[in-house]
């Protein structure tokens, strides 16, 4: 028997290959095929099933690629209807590869569909659980995800409640938790940093399998839970309908385009996302472009503030390119006019307006910033490490239908945690006019070690 996580830090998502006897089955995959089907090759096994513990939000899976390509056999939990061939499972099947088993255990809360698979070794050992977002280290998926549904919060948080308590809490704590997602994923409130646990730690330590009664359970869950991403939606239908091949797609997205062609096009209805690191980005980039860089969490901030519905021109650093438009695609932003050619240096040779965006250290801000014109995009969980006092609290995903509360004549300063998400920030209020702005490199970590004292958020 052969399990391999397979992490992906970006989405902080966790897909599976499971192999015995020369036969593997792979769990969550992402949208891109090659990484399961070069495992399964190296390994000399055929991929036999693609298991999905239900229709993923945050993400597009790569099942319906995946079993085309080696003729596997898409499996989806009980009450699943998919608008492609697969195989909608029983609650308490088994299904066979190699000397091992995997058997369905039906766990709606997250979603209707929702599933879990047990692994039951060689010796008819339960030796593994996968998950996906019913139960991860520290915390359990959110209960306001189904689609299309009848269903409240409150009607799923009290059916995961008993999922949890009737087909989770009952397997041996030495059995291995492997869940969907790790820290940083949407998915959860407060998701552990640890990518795997075992029963018996998750009963002891996450506070959603301590005694409590069903309502206790509910207000835990609901509590403090912000909306989801837009393009969660829009991301679970292409799992439960379908999609464009993942080829085509790269194909028809990967298209290189001259500064004539780029600078046309840009006077078009189209966002212009430039992926470079903010380093990068601050030190000259095409008018109106938005700064989300590839060296983060660049697709879920895609999801989260970028319009689905409009085409996307692309700026990358040279062999950048494909990956830019690939991680697009996971979460469903297939609609790539092309990317600039060249890049920067090609636009600023052809004599094209070039952008700076203005930048200072953490030293340079300390001598001088006044505590009214200060812009913290954290997330409010972050807040309570201290922020600087009078400072507006604006978190990036609440940016743009905040940024109204803000002076369009006013300088300000903006800081994140460590200057990825405060160059997000700082290039939006630049797109919708504030001339003004200038980003805090280093974040608070480095305003601290400046020297600038920080206080307690006062929450209402």
């Known amino acids: 028997m052969y399990i391999e996580q397979l992490y992906t830090s970006c989405l902080a998502e966790a897909a599976y290959y499971i192999e015995s006897e020369g036969e593997a089955a792979i769990i969550d995959p992402l949208r891109e095929t090659e990484p399961y089907i070069a495992l399964a090759n190296k390994r000399n096994a055929k991929i036999k099933y693609v298991f999905e513990t239900h229709f993923h939000a945050d993400f597009v899976s790569g099942h319906i690629d995946l079993a085309k390509k080696t003729g596997s056999t898409i499996v989806y939990g009980p009450?699943?209807?998919?608008?492609?061939?697969?195989?909608?499972?029983?609650?308490?099947?088994?299904?066979?590869?190699?000397?091992?088993?995997?058997?369905?255990?039906?766990?709606?809360?997250?979603?209707?569909?929702?599933?879990?698979?047990?692994?039951?070794?060689?010796?008819?050992?339960?030796?593994?659980?996968?998950?996906?977002?019913?139960?991860?280290?520290?915390?359990?998926?959110?209960?306001?995800?189904?689609?299309?549904?009848?269903?409240?919060?409150?009607?799923?948080?009290?059916?995961?409640?008993?999922?949890?308590?009737?087909?989770?809490?009952?397997?041996?704590?030495?059995?291995?938790?492997?869940?969907?997602h790790g820290a940083g994923s949407a998915c959860g409130k407060n998701i552990g940093k640890e990518t795997f646990s075992t029963i018996?730690?998750?009963?002891?330590?996450?506070?959603?399998?301590q005694p409590m009664t069903k309502p206790e359970f509910v207000k835990a869950v609901t509590d403090g839970l912000s909306a989801p991403p837009s393009y969660f939606f829009m991301d679970a239908m292409l799992n439960k309908q379908g999609y464009e091949n993942i080829d085509e797609v790269l194909?028809?997205?990967?298209?290189?385009?001259?500064?004539?062609?780029?600078?046309?096009?840009?006077?078009?209805?189209?966002?212009?996302?430039?992926?470079?690191?903010?380093e990068e980005f601050e030190t000259g980039t095409v008018p109106n472009a938005l700064n989300i860089g590839l060296n983060g969490q660049y697709a879920p901030w895609v999801g989260a503030l970028l319009d689905a519905k409009k085409p996307l021109l692309l700026i990358a650093n040279e062999g950048k390119e494909t990956e830019a438009v690939l991680r697009l695609a996971r979460v469903g932003y297939e609609n790539v006019k092309g990317y600039l050619q060249g890049g920067v240096p090609a636009w600023a040779k052809a004599d094209k307006k070039v952008e700076i965006m203005d930048s200072v250290n953490a030293d340079e801000f300390a001598k001088t910033y006044q505590t009214d014109n200060i812009i913290d995009v954290r997330n409010p969980g972050e807040w309570n490490s201290g922020i600087i006092e009078n400072a507006q609290l604006i978190a990036l995903g609440d940016l743009e239908k905040e940024m109204n509360m803000l002076n369009k004549n006013s300088h300000y300063f903006i800081h994140c945690a460590g200057g990825y998400r405060s160059m997000m920030a700082a290039s939006i209020l630049k797109k919708n006019g504030f001339a003004n702005i200038t980003n805090v490199r280093g974040g608070i970590g480095k305003i601290k070690e400046a020297g600038v004292p920080v206080v307690q958020p006062i929450v209402a």
Do not use: W
């Open 79 to 180: 009450t699943a209807q998919t608008g492609f061939e697969s195989r909608i499972a029983k609650d308490n099947e088994l299904f066979s590869i190699g000397k091992i088993k995997l058997k369905v255990l039906h766990t709606p809360g997250h979603t209707m569909e929702s599933s879990c698979y047990l692994l039951i070794d060689e010796n008819g050992k339960e030796n593994a659980v996968f998950t996906g977002d019913t139960l991860f280290v520290g915390d359990v998926g959110r209960p306001d995800l189904a689609i299309k549904s009848n269903l409240t919060i409150t009607d799923l948080a009290g059916m995961m409640y008993d999922s949890l308590n009737v087909k989770i809490k009952p397997l041996a704590d030495e059995v291995i938790v492997y869940p969907g």
């Open 251 to 278: 194909s028809k997205n990967t298209k290189a385009l001259s500064v004539e062609e780029f600078d046309a096009l840009s006077k078009t209805d189209v966002i212009i996302l430039d992926t470079r690191t903010p």
């Open 200 to 209: 018996g730690i998750q009963k002891k330590m996450n506070y959603a399998l």
